[in-house]
Antibody, heavy 119, light 109 residues
Framework: EVQVVQSGAEVKKPGESLKISCQGS????????IGWVRQMPGKGLEWMGI????????RYSPSFQGHVTISADKSISTAYLQWSSLKASDTAMYYC????????????WGQGTLVTVSS | QSALTQPASVSGSPGQWITISCTGT?????????VSWYQQHPGKAPKVIIY???NRPSGVSNRFSGSKSGNTASLTISGLQAEDEADYYC?????????FGSGTEVTVL
């Protein structure tokens, strides 16, 4: 069975950098897409971007382009979401989700990583 | 990417049926049969309950059904149960990426 496990909660100060991770297991993730979703406190879900493990084809939602970096290490079936300079407005729960290439829905979800940015 | 439009809240009594709409454009909902629906309970990760407009993943109750007409997709929950109280989000493929709906809070009276 496919499982997705995310890294633990983070507390950071504005201006600091951060990289959170999402590791898949239970299948070969070469032909999987990984997606990152933001959920700000009390708000809805927002797609941030998606990446294809096989060739690292990465696509960003316009709202997040230039603000975050999505990457992956396919040798360890792990994807990353990275900030170079955090802002208080980055405080949110971040979920990763994954699906096989060819699917158009996201069937495996991580447990979420809570990122708190506060001075 | 503008969010797809959903009603903020819908409520119903146990045993009744409710419908949640998801309105987009010809560039997303209307342009592809790639609408999916996600259920999210408080403090939990989303879970897919409908994909490809009207398909249910294995293990999802047949009380959940989906449809689409033009630029509007719909999720119907029949025989409403207390455990259905949650937030529901539609999502559609759009221009090589995905977009979520604004979300609907379902309350079981």
């Amino acid at each position: 069975e496919v499982q997705v496990v995310q890294s633990g909660a983070e507390v950071k100060k504005p201006g600091e950098s951060l990289k959170i991770s999402c590791q898949g297991s239970g299948d070969s993730f070469t032909n999987y897409w990984i997606g990152w979703v933001r959920q700000m406190p009390g708000k809805g879900l927002e797609w941030m971007g998606i990446l294809f493990f096989s060739n690292s084809d990465t696509r960003y939602s316009p709202s997040f382009q230039g603000h975050v970096t999505i990457s992956a290490d396919k040798s360890i079936s792990t994807a990353y979401l990275q900030w170079s300079s955090l802002k208080a407005s980055d405080t949110a729960m971040y979920y990763c989700a994954t699906t096989r290439d060819g699917n158009t829905h996201w069937d495996y979800w991580g447990q979420g990583t809570l990122v708190t940015v506060s001075s | 990417q503008s969010a797809l439009t959903q009603p903020a809240s819908v409520s119903g009594s146990p045993g009744q049926w409710i419908t949640i709409s998801c309105t987009g454009t010809s560039s997303d909902v209307g342009g592809y049969n790639y609408v999916s629906w996600y259920q999210q309970h408080p403090g939990k990760a989303p879970k897919v309950i409908i994909y490809g407009v009207s398909n249910r993943p294995s293990g999802v109750s047949n009380r959940f059904s989906g449809s689409k007409s033009g630029n509007t997709a719909s999720l119907t929950i029949s025989g409403l149960q207390a455990e259905d109280e949650a937030d529901y989000y539609c999502s559609s493929f759009k221009g090589g990426l995905y977009v979520f709906g604004s979300g609907t809070e379902v309350t079981v009276l």
